[in-house]
């Protein structure tokens, strides 16, 4: 059975002071909950993966980096790889996020590198695609969601290895979330490539997370959803109480 995750992605955000309070709360919050098949992640600036490892070690949640290098190492100041990532005991780390494809130019390419590398390092690649306003006006939301299905995807064997979050970059930071109904279409799509592509048990084990604008009043809809098995939290998750409020909702469906 496929796991329900909830993810935060801190993005560019909290000093360590703050994150250190948040990282104990969360951990206090955890105490009283029984996770059962709810995952918690929490991907920090890759300045305090450290310090959230060593809080993790004795928590119920796990650690993500938010980006790696597509290189394996060398001379490539102020970058961090995918053998580092391994070498800090870490499970998860966001690749393709619409950010870095609209900032620092990544493409579908470049995020199959990082990819790669992160499963030669054994580290969970958790794969974000979703469509823009203009695409979605469009009418090619699908094809878009499909090219970057085969691009990130391209070459890479999954086996319980990988997570996709489907992000419509109209709903992300914006307050304005897919309805449940939108976002479940695009989820469904995403499990039948993966069918098509893998295998049905690889489709059905393989855990599609939803991002944009979820926060606790929405996440008990959207997690209904048949095919959204858990979401990649950004506002909401700097906050710890709203954060702990979604993890029990995912805990109680
Ligand atoms: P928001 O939850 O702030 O919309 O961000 C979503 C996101 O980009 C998570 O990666």
Same mark, same amino acid.
């Given at each position: 059975?496929?796991?329900?995750?909830?993810?935060?992605?801190?993005?560019?955000?909290?000093?360590?002071?703050?994150? &250190? @309070?948040? $990282?104990?709360? +969360?951990?206090?919050? /955890?105490?009283?909950? #029984?996770?059962?098949?709810?995952? %918690?992640?929490?991907?920090?600036?890759?300045?305090?993966?450290?310090?959230?490892?060593?809080?993790?070690?004795?928590?119920?949640?796990?650690?993500?980096?938010?980006?790696?290098?597509?290189?394996?190492?060398?001379?490539?100041?102020?970058?961090?790889?995918?053998?580092?990532?391994?070498?800090?005991?870490?499970?998860?780390?966001?690749?393709?996020?619409?950010?870095?494809?609209?900032?620092?130019?990544?493409?579908?390419?470049?995020?199959?590198?990082?990819?790669?590398?992160?499963?030669?390092?054994?580290?969970?690649?958790?794969?974000?695609?979703?469509?823009?306003?203009?695409?979605?006006?469009?009418?090619?939301?699908? &094809? @878009?969601? $499909?090219?970057? +299905?085969?691009?990130? /995807?391209?070459?890479? #064997?999954?086996?319980?290895?990988? %997570?996709?979050?489907?992000?419509?970059?109209?709903?992300?930071?914006?307050?304005?979330?897919?309805?449940?109904?939108?976002?479940?279409?695009?989820?469904?799509?995403?499990?039948?490539?993966?069918?098509?592509?893998?295998?049905?048990?690889?489709?059905?084990?393989?855990?599609?997370?939803?991002?944009?604008?979820?926060?606790?009043?929405?996440?008990?809809?959207?997690?209904?959803?048949?095919?959204?098995?858990?979401?990649?939290?950004?506002?909401?998750?700097?906050?710890?109480?709203?954060?702990?409020?979604?993890?029990?909702?995912?805990?109680?469906?």
């Amino acid at each position: 059975m496929r796991k329900t995750i909830i993810a935060g992605n801190w993005k560019m955000n909290k000093t360590f002071l703050e994150a &250190d @309070i948040f $990282l104990f709360e +969360l951990s206090e919050n /955890l105490e009283k909950i #029984e996770l059962g098949t709810v995952e %918690v992640v929490i991907c920090p600036p890759s300045l305090y993966l450290e310090l959230a490892s060593d809080i993790a070690t004795d928590s119920k949640f796990h650690i993500g980096a938010q980006n790696v290098n597509d290189n394996a190492d060398g001379a490539f100041t102020g970058e961090i790889s995918a053998a580092m990532l391994h070498s800090m005991d870490l499970k998860y780390c966001i690749i393709g996020h619409s950010e870095r494809r609209k900032y620092y130019s990544e493409s579908d390419e470049m995020i199959n590198a990082k990819l790669k590398k992160l499963h030669e390092n054994e580290i969970i690649p958790i794969l974000c695609i979703g469509e823009t306003l203009e695409q979605r006006e469009q009418g090619i939301t699908k &094809d @878009i969601i $499909l090219a970057q +299905l085969d691009g990130g /995807l391209n070459g890479v #064997e999954i086996e319980d290895n990988v %997570v996709i979050a489907y992000e419509p970059i109209w709903a992300i930071g914006t307050g304005k979330t897919a309805t449940p109904q939108q976002a479940q279409e695009i989820h469904s799509l995403i499990r039948n490539w993966l069918e098509e592509n893998y295998s049905k048990d690889i489709s059905e084990e393989t855990s599609i997370l939803y991002g944009g604008s979820m926060k606790p009043e929405n996440v008990k809809e959207l997690l209904s959803q048949s095919d959204i098995d858990g979401g990649l939290i950004g506002g909401a998750s700097l906050d710890v109480s709203k954060f702990s409020k979604m993890i029990e909702t995912a805990v109680e469906l």
